[in-house]
């Protein structure tokens, strides 16, 4: 019995010594230059599991994989087609086991970084310039991912994130900004165009705090209007809606949009200015032509209303006010529905509103004409 207990505990002391082992053969090799060895040593020891928890293990590994990236031998090369992006987790693992600010690993790795980086970086703008923007924005995210201060290689994996068109790229490389310091209202519009169709609580959530954030931002309140807009949130979109026309009077779509919010809400008056603005700059808009013509009928047919309701004695006054009124917009409206059929000669609802019209106003010569 005791000797077995013996043979195990120098089973266990061997099979340690043998990955201990490995760690320094991998660093001999790569001493001597013979990284394809070295790799394959240091290969072994990262996934056993007594050296697998090891810093210096993963330290070796990044040094490694460093070196094989950087060599200018093409066999070398070929040992590793992503040999950066192992160098940097092996260094960030390094340090994560380590976990001391000033632990040896710690501070090797970190030196190391700093040249992983500027290779990385170098290695990116070759591959740039020969037009391979997938292998340039690998190796920027590497040097990114090796000096997450530097806005320079952060920058340069946006550039080739817009170039490949990788929307999830170019958010996190906005987000990135933002979590150094700098914060991008492109983050959240790009969030909210990405998650617009795959999760609308994500998608609205990213569109409110960018228009808390970025008050001003013309594409930011563009897109919240049209959000709340197609929701039919009138009351929350018109005071953001009236001051963005206030501040772009000339925007037709905006004008238009902002009528028939004061016509959802009852504000009739100010969406009849709305209209009749968007009209100043497209005289033959159906849409506000028509919405005209029916404010206006409505006006009218209220006056009326309202001159039946009168007592006897506010006839003479208060009555004859409401019917010149009723006249006078029947009259207005009138013109805005004929202005419309001239673009719509066989709308046969606009025909048919026009009729009532006249025959209200005793215009049977008009009745007849449009007949």
């Not at 968007?278 to 009928?297: D, H, Q, S, Y």
Request: a positive charge; proline letters at 2%.
């Amino acid at each position: 019995m005791k000797r077995s207990t013996v043979l195990f505990l120098t089973l266990i002391i061997s099979n340690a010594l043998s990955q201990n082992s490995a760690v320094t053969n991998a660093s001999l090799y790569r001493e001597e230059g013979n990284l394809a060895e070295a790799k394959k040593e240091i290969d072994k020891a990262v996934i056993h599991e007594k050296t697998s928890i090891e810093p210096k293990a993963w330290y070796h590994r990044g040094m490694v994989y460093s070196d094989i990236f950087a060599s200018k031998d093409p066999a070398v090369r070929m040992l590793s087609d992503s040999a950066n992006s192992v160098a940097l987790n092996a260094f960030r693992k390094a340090i994560s086991l380590e976990n001391k600010e000033k632990g040896t690993y710690t501070k090797m790795s970190k030196e190391a970084l700093e040249s992983l980086f500027a290779n990385s970086l170098n290695e990116g703008l070759i591959e740039y310039e020969k037009k391979n923007i997938v292998k340039a924005k690998k190796n920027f995210e590497v040097a990114s991912g090796a000096k997450p201060s530097d806005t320079t290689a952060a920058n340069n994996v946006l550039v080739t994130c817009q170039q490949l068109k990788d929307t999830l790229c170019i958010i996190n490389s906005y987000k990135k900004m933002i979590d150094n310091g700098k914060e991008k209202a492109e983050y959240y519009y790009w969030s909210y165009a990405y998650y617009q169709k795959r999760d609308t609580i994500i998608a609205n959530k990213m569109m409110e705090d960018g228009i808390v954030k970025f008050p001003n931002n013309k594409i930011f309140v563009q897109n919240y209007i049209e959000e709340l807009f197609a929701a039919r949130k009138y009351a929350k979109v018109k005071d953001r809606l009236a001051q963005f026309v206030k501040d772009d009077p000339s925007n037709k779509t905006a004008k238009l949009k902002l009528a028939v919010t004061y016509e959802a809400l009852g504000d009739l008056d100010n969406a009849e200015i709305q209209y009749k603005d968007v009209l100043a700059i497209e005289p033959t808009n159906k849409m506000a032509l028509f919405n005209v013509g029916v404010i206006l009928r409505n006006k009218a047919l209220a006056a009326a209303s309202k001159k039946d309701e009168l007592k006897p004695e506010e006839r003479a006054t208060k009555g004859k006010e409401l019917d010149d009124k009723y006249k006078k917009t029947l009259y207005e409206s009138a013109k805005y529905f004929e202005e419309y059929r001239k673009i719509r000669p066989n709308d046969d609802q606009v025909k048919t509103v026009l009729i009532d019209i006249y025959r209200r106003l005793k215009r049977d010569d008009m009745i007849e004409l449009i007949k």
